[in-house]
């Protein structure tokens, strides 16, 4: 038995022309010990083109991550290309293992959600959120996006701020990154 490293909360917005993708700091050991409080788990990658924010086992998430920036290398940047075909290993049970791990990225016109089974989501109406906290994240940012006029950055940190009030998994250290 293994004790991994998990719990996270990750919500993205995409609203007039701008993606904001926020995530928690929190790292928890097991079940109950807040192991890390700072960690930063959304990050611009190929050249700051796009923005991920991943959820999960630490491990397989880096994997993933890694795995999907080395398909959008691979294709020159193009975002649902790189998220099918990274999907397409698993399906060729080319990769191995699934990972424990899922990923949003979104580009200045794409906003996914990729799995560590090898699925690849389009959110309706550009929200979405994954992740210990994802439910509530999910849940404050679809009511902000509907009933107010915050900006894209605006809602997915007040999504977090939410899920972190409410689930133990995740705290109110946000960092957000927008494209």
Do not use: H
């Not at 993933?64 to 397409?88: C, D, H, I, P, W």
């Amino acid at each position: 038995m293994s004790i991994e490293f998990k719990g996270t909360t990750i919500c993205a917005v995409k609203k007039d022309g701008i993606t904001a993708i926020a995530g928690d700091g929190q790292v928890t050991f097991g079940e109950s010990i807040v192991f890390k409080n700072n960690a930063v788990k959304v990050r611009r990658i190929f050249g700051g083109k796009v923005i991920v924010g991943f959820a999960g086992s630490v491990s397989d998430a880096f994997t993933l991550t890694e795995r999907f920036e080395g398909m959008l290398n691979k294709y020159s940047g193009n975002l649902m290309r790189s998220a099918v075909q990274l999907a397409e290993l698993w399906r060729e049970e080319k990769v191995g293992r699934k990972l424990e791990a899922m990923l949003i990225c979104a580009d200045k016109d794409n906003l996914l959600i990729v799995s560590g089974g090898g699925e690849v989501i389009e959110p309706d109406g550009g929200v979405c959120a994954i992740g210990s906290g994802g439910n509530y994240a999910l849940a404050a940012a679809k009511a902000l996006t509907e009933e107010t006029d915050y900006s894209a950055e605006e809602i997915a940190k007040k999504a977090l701020k939410i899920a972190s009030s409410i689930c133990i998994f995740t705290n109110d250290n946000i960092v957000v990154e927008t494209i």
